[in-house]
């Protein structure tokens, strides 16, 4: 398999969260062949600040919009394209779930609970982050 340039390799994402009647749910996809769970994440585009692609990444991959927080979560990686890719991880707090969206006939998305979605992702550490989320908005004073 050929490398990419090192630069595909520098991506960002988001761990979507909404509260609903007072349940904190997080949203995750399908990854592009519906193998597996996963975050919203991409490459960071030039030009473009992780956090700006993140969102972006949202909106094309989940059908989401919403707020990203500018502090970092955390990061994880996995492997992809014969490499490691590392992966900046932001909260996003979703105002708007699209019904169509532009890789809607590609993935699948869903809420589920915090320790759901913990269990449903492969990498440790996104488990590790998606664990760590009531923790992060409870010291936000946002739970």
């Known amino acids: 398999m050929k490398l990419r340039p090192a630069w595909f390799y520098n991506q960002s ?3 979507p969260y909404r509260l609903t009647n007072e349940v904190l749910e997080i949203m995750l996809i399908t990854s ?3 193998a597996r769970w996963i975050i919203p994440k991409g490459i ?3 030009g473009s600040t992780p956090e700006e692609s993140a969102l972006k990444e949202a909106y094309e991959e989940a059908g989401i919009k919403g707020e990203a927080f500018t502090q970092e ?3 994880y990686e996995y492997e992809k394209w014969g490499g490691v890719c590392k992966v900046k991880v932001y909260l996003m707090r979703v105002e708007s779930v699209l019904e169509r969206w532009p890789e809607s006939g590609a993935r699948d998305r869903r809420w589920m609970t915090v ?3 913990a269990s449903m992702v492969k990498e440790a550490k996104l488990k590790e982050l998606i ?3 009531p923790h992060s908005l409870a010291r936000l004073k946002l739970l």
Do not use: Q, T
Request: proline share 0%; hydrophobic share 45%; no cysteine.
């Open 13 to 15: 994402g988001v761990i």
């Open 32 to 34: 592009s062949r519906r």
């Open 44 to 46: 960071v585009d030039a």
């Open 73 to 75: 979560l955390g990061e």
């Open 115 to 117: 320790e759901e979605a």
């Open 131 to 133: 664990l760590s989320v």
